[in-house]
């Protein structure tokens, strides 16, 4: 997992660093290329941001999105950090970090309660890690400030990491055949694809009058109707 944060931590202060605001980073965003390195993709949501301008559009993918965009408050490029904090927290458990309507994820949110990284197993440096990109304070968050990706780089989960090596892409990228996974973890390079689709908070207008069972995906059928005479 931290090969992979750290690829997604290059991407997005890059982007920052060109007062982008991405706003839709998320696992279905993330494609690997031939040499084990992220690539991110679909820019439909992000935005150019001008250093102390917010923005105030509700954008981004439910699993991901931060309180402030929640509680529709004006934001700045800093909830791609949040994001990066939901992701490292899929990546290490397996699923997001809040789950239910936007109500039940704002309490959650605000209780800090983040049980399944209590789990056996996982790096106490990386709990600290997602446990303060998530934290429901802003002013106590990590990834907020202007050395926002710097001060996340140093953190300890990250202690000895070589950031130089990974933008040269010298870095030996993680194996992800079923030869090279450990036991009983899923060959991401064989399994099917499942048949749902991402639910973007941009449409949910258009399924208001028929919600899916899931806040996070979509059957083809329903993808097909917000679309229609598109």
């Given at each position: 997992?931290?090969?992979?944060a750290?690829?997604v931590?290059a ?6 660093s ?6 839709d ?10 040499g ?5 993709i ?6 150019f ?13 439910l699993?991901y ?7 529709q408050?004006p ?19 397996g699923s997001?970090?809040f ?8 309490r ?17 440096r ?21 050395d ?21 892409r ?5 194996n992800?055949s079923?030869?090279g ?9 064989t ?5 749902l ?16 069972e ?15 005479g598109?």
């Amino acid at each position: 997992a931290k090969f992979y944060a750290a690829n997604v931590i290059a991407a997005v202060e890059y982007l920052h660093s060109q007062n982008v605001a991405f706003r839709d980073l998320k696992s279905e965003n993330l494609l690997l290329d031939r040499g084990g390195y992220l690539k991110v993709i679909d820019f439909g949501m992000s935005r150019f941001v001008r250093q102390g301008c917010r923005c105030t559009t509700f954008a981004g993918t439910l699993d991901y999105v931060s309180p402030e965009i929640l509680r529709q408050e004006p934001y700045e490029q800093n909830v791609d950090w949040w994001a990066l904090g939901c992701l490292v927290h899929e990546m290490l458990t397996g699923s997001p970090p809040f789950v239910g309507s936007e109500e039940e994820r704002l309490r959650q949110m605000v209780s800090h309660s983040l049980a399944e990284m209590d789990g056996p197993g996982i790096d106490p440096r990386a709990r600290d890690f997602v446990r303060s990109l998530l934290h429901p304070k802003l002013g106590k968050r990590l990834g907020t400030g202007v050395d926002a990706g710097y001060r996340i780089r140093c953190h300890p989960w990250f202690e000895g990491f070589d950031w130089v090596a990974l933008v040269r892409r010298e870095l030996e990228a993680p194996n992800l055949s079923a030869k090279g996974a450990p036991k009983g973890a899923p060959n991401i390079l064989t399994t099917p694809q499942k048949k749902l689709l991402t639910r973007s908070l941009s449409v949910r207008a258009a399924v208001e009058n028929d919600p899916p069972e899931s806040p996070r995906t979509y059957s083809p059928k329903a993808i097909d109707t917000f679309f229609k005479g598109f």
